[in-house]
């Protein structure tokens, strides 16, 4: 008998509605469902993905069963065992592990939000280890914590047709990177006669839709940014109404950006410095400007927050917070917020103090987190807690090698691939080589996998319901319910957790015996019931604009979450925690020691800027390199560099190149591109999913993975954000080709 059921696509986080046939059990079609919520013809038509949900519920490569390792770690040799007898021995072992070492002896790994965070959250808090790490201090959190204290609560940018004169893309492309409703609102935007300004240092198809492209020199976004409050204040573009009632320390501010002329940040930022005065009077005489920005500005080390500084400045001084068309203070969630969910309230003071990032990282940490929450509480309202004081995989990989300050001997893995998306994959090899325990829940043999000590098998979507929820920041939530029951002995995460929880004594902390109900559980205080939102595929309320001028207790407006209850031009809260009161542009990092330069120099090689990772699709980090026609059409990692560099260095597209820091080295195939010169992208995710998993080869990941060269070592003072971007690197042509051009050579 066939039914048809209502399911969600997960291959990206717009969760696309979906209808899926079931024939006992299996899915065997599926197509768009145009009644529910996410549901767009253009995204589906310009989607490449969904159609892989299909192939990939019953894939040969997916893993079905719990495997534990039988040969040494990495020989990639598996016996599979029941789920009872898996979840009894990781309970077993992890409880003498904190027996002899503590709780913190466990740590946790998380990637991009491919599933909700909160269940293995929650276990880590009930087990009493505060070490997660993960990409939260490159991913995020930086604009996060600059949003909150400066305005007392994250903003949303709200790009309103009509009423948004002025759009800033700053360091993010959703042409490759969202490719769903974002991206479509772009195009629509650029027809208009409001202004695009994009700043990027490569021309991405949305700089090539731009009135001003500013291809910013990597990492010197701060200087910009107070360069165009510099014009912003000289020219008298101030909104000086807000600023008047609303705004702490504006003349501090206007004294600090004096030096910031347009012509040094042409200079340093490598742009035009009529550019930046064009930009700067379009953002300042908009009726209502809005911003957005990505990893491009994320992923910068020890600049990262004072660029957010200065942006959020920038939107402050121009009267562009809280207002329609410009940006909402996000809202507060009707239904159980992330913070809840993850329970890191049970995490206990002595197991918090234990952090690694105590008094490394002072914002990025429990106490620091507890200082803001003073603050956003104010106002009703707390951020996620977990993801804002994941642990520094620099100070997590430390106590690795190390046992200093403790030893962290056991490791569990959700939903990410570390061995090629986290910095410096060489010493997270080691270290996670020496390990006692490592568990890895994922759908795939991954290289990452295949060094674990059980890999268990993870009910991915159609197999699971979902609740897509941001981070706890918004108070909308979409999804929809699972089709089909998992197939084979795969299992939701949610599940995994619960099961390990309650052989570990939490089993008041997972009432709820399936993800539905607790999905249902968090729902329930919006007064809506799990079953009508399956229908609907939706909650959603509305945001509120000048939410700060709402009366407060006394009568008066209730203004901003912040220690002075105004937007802190100036903050009075970052000293507290190794931050400075107005943004200050920091240095650049530099890999390539002068040896290394000098070598490829007389090699016939040259010293470049880098930056790694700008998104393409069709692939996703290290994901869907499994899919044949992904392949066929993208087979060769690359890196890109203006024509006139290629010229000035007399390569050629098509050339293999090897690409080094004094961490190591990977290769690539170069292909020219418009950007910036001097400067080079490099791909990042790429392995061989078809090949060995195991020793030596690691499905191809030595070859042409880029965070071969990177590293995590602390940049950022408060956070401990690393750097992806603005990355020094050596490049030189090599004669052998790569393995991914040889098999394009055979295919
Ligand atoms: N050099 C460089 N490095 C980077 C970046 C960069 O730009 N440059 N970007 C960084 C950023 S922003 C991020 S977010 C990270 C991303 O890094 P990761 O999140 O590690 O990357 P993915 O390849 O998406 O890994 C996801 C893994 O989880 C599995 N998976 C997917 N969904 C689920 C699920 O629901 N449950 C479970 N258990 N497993 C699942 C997939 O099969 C895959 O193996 O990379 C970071 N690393
Ligand atoms: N196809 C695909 N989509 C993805 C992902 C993926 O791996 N593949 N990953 C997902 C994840 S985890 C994330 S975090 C998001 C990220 O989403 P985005 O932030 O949109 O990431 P990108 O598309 O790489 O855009 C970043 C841009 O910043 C530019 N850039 C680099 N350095 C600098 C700099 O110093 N200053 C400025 N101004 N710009 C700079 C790059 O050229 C690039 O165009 O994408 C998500 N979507
Ligand atoms: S990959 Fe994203 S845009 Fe494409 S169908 Fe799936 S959820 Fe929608
Ligand atoms: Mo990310």
């Known amino acids: 008998m066939q039914e048809i059921k209502p399911t969600n696509c997960h291959y990206c986080g717009y969760c696309c509605a979906f209808l899926a046939t079931v024939e006992d059990g299996r899915v065997v079609d599926l197509r768009p469902d145009p009644t529910r919520y996410p549901y767009d013809e253009r995204i589906l038509a310009g989607c490449r993905r969904w159609r892989m949900n299909l192939a990939a519920l019953d894939g040969a490569d997916r893993i079905n069963h719990p495997l534990r390792r039988v040969g040494e770690r990495g020989a990639n040799q598996w016996e599979r065992v029941s789920w009872d007898e898996a979840l009894d021995d990781i309970a077993a072992r992890l409880r003498d592990l904190a027996a002899e070492h503590g709780p913190e002896t466990l740590a946790s790994a998380i990637g991009g939000p491919h599933a909700s965070f909160w269940p293995l959250h929650r276990f880590m808090n009930l087990f009493g280890s505060p070490n997660n790490m993960g990409i939260g201090q490159i991913c995020w959190n930086p604009r996060i914590w600059m949003d909150a204290l400066t305005f007392g609560w994250t903003v949303e940018a709200d790009i309103t047709p009509g009423l948004t004169e002025c759009l800033f893309i700053w360091g993010t492309n959703p042409a490759q990177s969202d490719n769903s409703a974002f991206w479509r609102a772009i195009i629509q935007f650029s027809k208009t006669e409001a202004s695009l300004v994009v700043i990027d240092p490569r021309r991405t198809q949305v700089a090539a839709l731009a009135d001003i492209w500013l291809p910013v020199r990597p990492g010197t976004d701060c200087t910009l940014a107070l360069a165009f409050i510099h014009v912003i204040v000289e020219e008298g573009l101030v909104d000086r109404a807000f600023v008047d009632e609303w705004c702490h320390g504006f003349e501090e501010l206007a004294e600090h950006v004096r030096p910031y002329t347009p012509a040094r940040a042409a200079e340093e930022c490598g742009v035009s410095e009529d550019d930046i005065v064009r930009a700067a009077r379009l953002f300042g005489s908009a009726q209502a400007a809005a911003l957005v920005s990505g990893r491009g500005i994320d992923q910068v080390g020890v600049n990262v927050a004072p660029t957010h500084r200065a942006i959020c400045c920038l939107r402050a001084i121009t009267g562009n917070v809280d207002k329609q068309g410009a940006c909402v203070l996000a809202e507060a969630s009707d239904f159980v917020p992330e913070v809840d969910m993850e329970m890191t309230d049970a995490l206990a003071a002595e197991h918090r103090a234990r952090c690694l990032n105590t008094q490394r990282t002072p914002l990025q940490c429990y106490e620091g987190y507890g200082k803001a929450r003073e603050l956003t509480e104010k106002l009703g309202r707390r951020l996620p807690e977990r993801y804002l004081t994941s642990a520094a995989p620099d100070l997590v990989l430390h106590a690795m090698e190390t046992g200093e300050p403790y030893p962290v001997r056991a490791l569990i893995v959700n939903a990410t691939n570390p061995l090629i998306t986290y910095a410096d994959t060489h010493r997270v090899f080691k270290a996670f080589m020496g390990l006692d325990l490592i568990v890895v829940l994922d759908y795939y043999m991954t290289p990452t996998a295949s060094i674990a ?36 002995e795969r299992r939701t995460d949610y599940e995994v957790f619960r099961e390990l929880g309650i052989r570990l004594g939490q089993a008041d902390a997972w009432p709820q015996e399936t993800l539905e109900d607790a999905f249902a559980a968090q729902l329930a205080p919006t007064g809506m ?129 090897e690409v080094a820091t004094d961490q190591g080295s990977a290769r690539f195939e170069l292909a020219t591109a418009r950007m910036r010169d001097d400067l080079v992208n490099v791909d990042y995710g790429w392995w061989h999913p078809e090949w060995e998993p195991g020793a030596p080869e690691f499905g191809g990941m030595w070859e042409s993975n880029v965070n071969c060269l990177t590293t995590c070592e602390l940049a950022e003072p408060m956070i401990g954000t690393w750097s992806y971007n603005d990355i020094d690197c050596v490049i030189k042509r090599v004669d052998e080709p790569i393995s991914w051009q040889k098999e394009r050579q055979s295919n």
């Open 529 to 657: 019931d799990w079953e009508d939102y399956c229908r609907i595929g939706l909650y959603y309320q509305p945001p509120a604009y000048g939410k700060h001028l709402i009366p407060g207790p006394d009568g008066k407006p209730q203004g901003f979450a912040t220690t002075t209850g105004k937007v802190e031009l100036a903050s009075e809260f970052l000293p507290l925690v190794g931050g400075t009161r107005l943004p200050e542009p920091g240095g650049h990092l530099s890999l390539c020691s002068p040896e290394l330069v000098e070598r490829i120099q007389a090699e016939g090689g040259a010293h470049l800027r880098m930056i790694t990772g700008s998104r393409k699709q069709p692939y996703n980090a290290s994901m869907y390199f499994n899919n044949p026609e992904f392949r066929a059409k993208s087979p060769v990692p690359v890196v890109e560099m203006s024509e006139a560099t290629a010229r000035r260095l007399g390569l050629h597209p098509g050339d293999t190149v």
């Open 453 to 488: 000590d059980y890999v268990l098998p993870i009910a991915g979507a159609i197999e699971r319901p979902i609740f897509q929820v941001h981070g706890g920041v918004a108070n909308n939530g979409y999804g929809g319910p699972a089709a089909v029951a998992p197939y084979y």
